[in-house]
DNA sequence: GGCATAGACTAACAATTGTTAGCAAAGATA
DNA sequence: TATCTTTGCTAACAATTGTTAGTCTATGCC
């Protein structure tokens, strides 16, 4: 006798992994434990999903899409280096704000996911990378930004922004946007020529 | 029949463990894969371990007092908040370089330590960001920061350092000094008064 | 109504887990 | 030499793990 309407059992599983997955990390958070949080029973999971693997792999994957989703409308909407840079900087942000447990869940437990799709979610995080690359390399050729160590300043970039997921003060008392124009801020002014882009005062 | 001399078990206990907590995770490796790698029976163990949950909580303390060393260290040599702030960088980065494995079971496998030494380990964690924000604090009062908001750059700081763990790349291609600088330079650059501790140019 | 499907349940499985008990050999101490 | 401690071993344990099989029941469709 299902009490209430379940308004989509495959996305409410997803959602209540993403928190146990987070708080105590996958491996240690049981079918069972699941079970328990849902109020269905262990096996029950599988109809809806194949595995408990296969769980991790819905919400890796899903918050790979939502990257990449912003990470192409930030590429299509601005075509100026920097603003490029900082339209990524913002897309990015946002996801992770707006999916907490799940984006915390993509930058720690991708690597309990079992092949194939462990390579497919490196080679997806690379590709990633690769394109925000591309937009420093072409803000250096043209001028804009200073010739620096491209991979000191994706080091820097990522850092900042994959380390958000740790900080929960952070995500409650500060707006995105606040947050996306700190982030953007050290970032271009570590790496912009002169100083059109500081926007920052005391 | 011990085939060779034991330099020290439980320290080359440490170590195999710190490298497997790093690369698997605390909870995907069992006290047999442990075993196999050290060369001795799973039971083995007990003779100097109390528990897998001591392992794990000999190689987070023994980090803590490094990062403590470290802290204490940088602190005690200067003086002027810009001079220890980047001392405490320099003093951190060399930790995490020189205990690569173990300094990344530090940052990502601490969840997993069981009472009391979970909040213990809270507890240190905590008085480690409150001297550095204290050194901030000193900073902005002496009117060689600018004023602005601690969480944040404590947050940027940090999220610098603790990912430096992520990045094996970057411990292979660049010195502890060369790290240091780049971190020092992105954080003093974004918090100190004019110009003057700016010391990149184009 | 008749029937298929979806989604829940109970019960059980084989494997793996951390851990303990009991024992043996080597080294140190006397 | 006699004794104690250290450190390893084998065997086994109880608990927990992810997962499967089989069953029951409600819901939607013809």
Avoid at 147 to 164: C, E, H, K, P, W
């Amino acid at each position: 006798m299902p009490e209430k309407k379940t308004p989509d059992r495959k996305d409410q599983i997803a959602q209540v992994a993403s928190e146990h997955f987070h708080e105590k990390g996958y491996m240690a958070v049981s079918m069972r434990d699941l079970a328990k949080e849902v109020g269905i029973e262990a096996a029950s999971f599988y109809n809806h999903y194949e595995s408990k693997g296969s769980i991790l792999k819905e919400i890796c994957f899903r918050m790979a899409d939502e990257f990449f989703s912003g990470l192409n409308r930030a590429l299509s909407e601005h075509h100026l280096p920097a603003a490029q840079l900082q339209a990524i900087i913002r897309e990015h942000v946002g996801v992770v704000l707006k999916n907490f447990s799940a984006s915390a869940v993509f930058f720690r437990e991708w690597r309990h996911l079992s092949e194939p799709w462990l390579s497919q979610f490196l080679e997806l995080r690379r590709r990633y990378e690769e394109q925000v690359r591309q937009v420093l390399s072409q803000g250096m050729n043209q001028g804009l930004f200073r010739q620096m160590d491209q991979n000191v300043v994706v080091y820097t970039l990522f850092s900042l922004l994959n380390g958000l997921h740790e900080w929960k003060e952070v995500q409650q008392r500060f707006s995105p946007q606040e947050v996306t124009d700190h982030i953007a801020g050290i970032v271009l002014n570590g790496i912009a020529v002169g100083d059109q882009a500081k926007h920052h005062k005391s």
